[in-house]
T-cell receptor, first 114, second 114 residues
Framework: DAGVTQSPTHLIKTRGQQVTLRCSPKSGHDTVSWYQQALGQGPQFIFQYYEEEERQRGNFPDRFSGHQFPNYSSELNVNALLLGDSALYLC?????????????FGSGTQLSVL | AQSVSQHNHHVILSEAASLELGCNYSYGGTVNLFWYVQYPGQHLQLLLKYFSGDPLVKGIKGFEAEFIKSKFSFNLRKPSVQWSDTAEYFCAVNAPYGNNRLAFGKGNQVVVIP
């Protein structure tokens, strides 16, 4: 049973570029959340998708956007990249059918902005 | 906004020593509390969680945590660590938003020396 898978694992971009990160949730999960983990910090909540809509959003600018597809997979898009966007981006999934609120995390995409 | 504080970011221990990691949160209402662990090269995984009931929670690999409401704390403990416990440990709170939106602390990097 595959867990949460993310692609790519590493990415290098330059300032001003745009990037798309991808996530496939654990089998049976319908809710996907994205977190940003800067070096030396804990993960910070970006947003969450359920039923193809953004359900919650953290304190991130509009340059950060996302999408969820009918198969529950998700994309995170970041426009006009800044040096400060360099971080590990984590995807986490869960199922609304369960009440234990256990999140399953992927291994992340390491984004470097030069 | 919710905040989670973890102190002593870097901890170095010898095998068989006892480990205690502190976690304090700022939200005054009902909280769900979590400890996640990230072993080198692996994804974040749940160690243990507290939702309600017995404030002493037992998790995987011999870890336990105690919820003390009056102190807004959820400290993690292990009586005798092993080299394999070398990892980064994150405390997280699911409040006040719920719906699996977690606020994480900055983490504790724990190194166990054989």
């Amino acid at each position: 049973d595959a867990g949460v898978t993310q692609s790519p694992t590493h990415l290098i971009k330059t300032r001003g570029q745009q990037v798309t990160l991808r996530c496939s949730p654990k089998s049976g999960h319908d809710t996907v959340s994205w977190y940003q983990q800067a070096l030396g910090q804990g993960p910070q909540f970006i947003f969450q998708y359920y039923e193809e809509e953004e359900r919650q959003r953290g304190n991130f600018p509009d340059r950060f956007s996302g999408h969820q597809f009918p198969n529950y997979s998700s994309e995170l898009n970041v426009n006009a990249l800044l040096l400060g966007d360099s971080a590990l981006y984590l995807c986490a999934s869960t199922s609304t059918a369960t009440t234990n609120e256990k999140l399953f995390f992927g291994s992340g995409t390491q984004l470097s902005v030069l | 906004a919710q905040s989670v504080s973890q102190h002593n970011h870097h901890v170095i221990l010898s095998e068989a020593a006892s480990l205690e990691l502190g976690c304090n949160y700022s939200y005054g209402g009902t909280v769900n509390l979590f400890w996640y662990v990230q072993y080198p090269g692996q994804h974040l995984q749940l160690l243990l969680k507290y939702f309600s009931g017995d404030p002493l929670v037992k998790g995987i690999k011999g870890f336990e945590a105690e919820f003390i409401k009056s102190k807004f704390s959820f400290n993690l403990r292990k009586p005798s660590v092993q080299w394999s416990d070398t990892a980064e440990y994150f405390c997280a709170v699911n409040a006040p938003y719920g719906n699996n939106r977690l606020a994480f602390g900055k983490g504790n990097q724990v190194v166990v020396i054989p």
